[in-house]
């Protein structure tokens, strides 16, 4: 919602999300991977914001099914790949990402799994025309969900470990590590200025400073809430899968010799995605580089989601007679029709949550912001606005369709923020990146705007440079002005990182579609 109303002022690729924090802002954007929030725009531009996420799920689960065919149609029977695709698009752990966690990012992020395993074996093979596939689906990933691109990574250098092993040569390995760098300098654009001002917010919120282990499977936890209320549930369709995937691993052995390098590949990445999410794994949750930004270890299903679905279709394509192979797949789509049906009985989620919040930002109140995405030295839960509490500090309005103040002032005597009575304002411009206005008061007055400071806001006062204040702990921007007139601009400017990453990301996109084309070039006869 916040992206759309920013495309409607003219800024494509928004990187402050200005209704969050009831209407303070925070750098959202900069950090949370873009494919998701703009696909969710896209739709909302399209269709009234309630049919948006049912339209963005379906639309997911479509290219995971399609994702999941093209993997499989490499070394299954056209049918049986089909299954597959299926199998895949609607697995148990897919089902708790829509109707558990609308964990969207990470839903788009695994339907993209299987190409990067299928542009993975293409590159194993020795198809180097393959390497610019294979460094776009990676850059997908990157740009979906950070917690799965992080497994999707370590995924894929699993595969091209066994790659070697398969060629007795070097080669997957130096393939795969170009297809990595051109992957992630694909995603700088997002990628470094994420990296390079994750100082300037609160990100240890999001990130654990050391792994916790109440998140393996069948944890005890000190919240017996948090146990009885998901960890129980995603460990049992963990362990559904995991049998499963096995016991079909175990009957499709006998076509290993048509499915070798997907056979082995995946047996290992299912027994390794197993392996971490026990507590045995500890240790290497917390020796592997960035691994803990994964928080939960059950989003390692992610690849054993693409093991089961394969396994499966292989196992049913090799039973003897026709109606073994009905008979099976009948049983294992009831089965996941009843797991779907008991997620959906006790789904958390409130049918008007959308239209409430589509509401609140019409009329000028906002939503809540993000732990994580606080400005430093913002405290945002001290922030006012939030309609939950009993009193309605400044810049929130009484009533629901009374609009929310912009600018108030800060009492010299009290230090408290109240109404800017005694002060002419003349709002020029008022968008998500850039505020015009004038004030006019007879005395020296200090501003304060409903908006929270950020190292890449920056204040002009009568056509020159100013420095504003912060008020302490909520980190609200003041600005000091004299008595008269002035006039304030302030703005929100591109950063070094951000040009940097959008040069590199330029340069990568040219290389590797010039790199596509000759290789395209060269495949004709």
């Not at 810049?395 to 629901?400: A, D, G, H, K, R």
């Not at 007139?485 to 040069?503: C, H, K, L, M, W």
Request: aromatic share 12%; with cysteine.
């Amino acid at each position: 919602m916040d992206v759309r109303e920013q495309w409607r002022e003219g800024i494509l690729f928004p990187r402050w999300a200005e209704w969050a924090n009831w209407g303070f802002g925070e750098p959202r954007f900069i950090f949370y991977p873009p494919l998701s929030w703009m696909i969710g725009a896209a739709l909302g531009s399209l269709l009234p914001w309630r049919m948006a996420p049912g339209a963005y799920i379906w639309i997911t689960l479509i290219i995971a099914c399609l994702s999941m065919w093209r993997f499989s149609r490499e070394v299954l029977p056209s049918r049986y790949a089909n299954l597959a695709a299926v199998l895949y698009a609607a697995n148990p752990y897919h089902l708790v990402l829509v109707y558990y966690r609308s964990a969207f990012g990470e839903l788009l992020a695994a339907a993209l799994l299987p190409l990067l395993f299928w542009a993975a074996i293409r590159v194993i093979g020795g198809g180097w025309r393959q390497v610019p596939t294979l460094a776009v689906v990676l850059a997908g990933i990157w740009l979906s969900n950070l917690p799965a691109a992080v497994i999707a990574t370590y995924a894929l250098a699993v595969a091209l470990a066994i790659g070697c092993f398969f060629k007795r040569s070097p080669q997957p390995l130096v393939l795969g590590l170009s297809a990595l760098a051109s992957g992630f300098a694909l995603a700088c654009f997002y990628v470094l200025p994420a990296a390079w001002e994750r100082s300037w917010v609160q990100i240890e919120q999001g990130i654990p400073v050391e792994f916790t282990f109440e998140n393996f499977l069948f944890s005890r936890s000190n919240d017996p809430d948090f146990h009885r209320a998901f960890n129980a549930k995603v460990s049992w369709v963990a362990i559904g899968l995991v049998v499963a995937a096995g016991v079909a691993a175990f009957l499709a052995r006998k076509k290993r010799a048509k499915t070798l390098k997907p056979w082995w590949i995946l047996l290992v990445l299912g027994l390794v995605s197993t392996v971490m999410m026990l507590s045995p794994s500890e240790w290497l949750w917390r020796e592997l580089p960035e691994l803990a930004f994964v928080q939960f270890p059950w989003r390692w299903l992610d690849i054993l989601d693409v093991a089961f679905a394969f396994f499966v279709a292989a196992a049913i394509a090799g039973l003897g007679s026709r109606a073994a192979r009905w008979v099976t797949t009948i049983a294992v789509f009831v089965a996941i029709g009843m797991a779907g049906a008991a997620m959906l009985r006790d789904a958390p989620w409130n049918p008007v949550a959308v239209s409430n919040i589509s509401r609140s930002i019409e009329v000028g109140r906002g939503y809540e912001g993000t732990d994580e995405y606080a400005p430093v030295g913002c405290d945002r839960n001290q922030l006012p606005g939030n309609p939950d509490e009993s009193q309605r500090p400044a810049y929130v309005p009484s009533e629901p369709s009374e609009p929310a103040p912009q600018i108030a002032k800060l009492d010299p005597d009290s230090g408290d923020i109240v109404p800017a009575t005694g002060v002419q304002l003349d709002t020029r411009v008022w968008r998500s990146t850039r505020r015009v206005f004038t004030a006019a008061s007879g005395q020296s007055v200090t501003l304060a705007l409903r908006l929270v400071n950020y190292p890449a806001w920056d204040l002009v006062v009568n056509g020159r440079p100013a420095q504003f204040g912060v008020r302490p702990i909520t980190g609200q921007i003041l600005v000091p002005l004299a008595p008269g007139r002035s006039q304030i601009e302030i703005r929100f400017r591109r950063t070094r990182d951000r040009s940097a990453g959008n040069v590199i990301s330029s340069i990568a996109a040219a290389t590797l579609g010039v790199l596509a084309w000759t290789c395209a070039s060269r495949g004709r006869p």
